[in-house]
């Protein structure tokens, strides 16, 4: 993988999130959110086994170092707390005003990797998050 197709890959998962939405919405009907996400993980966790498999990307993870297993382990709870209340929302609210505040994500990654990272975002970078966030607010709020 080259540096230079990670818009397309960016594009990509932007596609396969708001699908995940709409499949998520209308999956939800008649199911608990918990056990909907249940469900999810496990379709993951098997069709990314298989990928990881058959294209040859297999190794052993236990040859990982702490660090990294430290930073995959508070990455895997802070994906999981977030598809619970993500799919909770889902089921009690419209696909199109969650799926708008799930994308304060963007503003709150920006912010993360000022403070964690030490990232410097332009102007224009900074006003683009600006944007972001009011977007957010109008697309989620205005009903």
Excluded: H
């Excluded at 993988?1 to 396969?16: D, E, G, H, Q």
């Excluded at 996400?37 to 496990?42: A, F, G, I, P």
């Excluded at 994906?79 to 799919?87: D, E, N, P």
Aim: proline share 2%; with cysteine; hydrophobic share 60%.
């Amino acid at each position: 993988m080259t540096s230079t197709n990670w818009f397309m890959w960016a594009v990509l998962s932007a596609v396969f999130a708001a699908l995940t939405a709409i499949f998520a919405k209308v999956g939800l009907e008649g199911v608990d959110s918990d056990l909907a996400t249940l469900v999810r993980t496990v379709v993951i966790f098997a069709v990314l086994s298989g990928f990881v498999y058959f294209t040859g990307k297999w190794s052993n993870p236990l040859a990982l170092s702490q660090r990294t297993w430290l930073f995959l382990v508070l990455s895997g709870l802070a994906t999981g707390a977030s598809w619970v209340c993500y799919f909770r929302a889902l089921k009690v609210g419209d696909a199109s005003q969650v799926a708008p505040i799930d994308k304060l994500s963007v503003v709150l990654v920006a912010l993360f990797a000022v403070i964690f990272l030490g990232e410097r975002p332009s102007a224009v970078g900074w006003l683009g998050i600006l944007m972001v966030g009011g977007g957010v607010l109008v697309l989620a709020l205005n009903r």
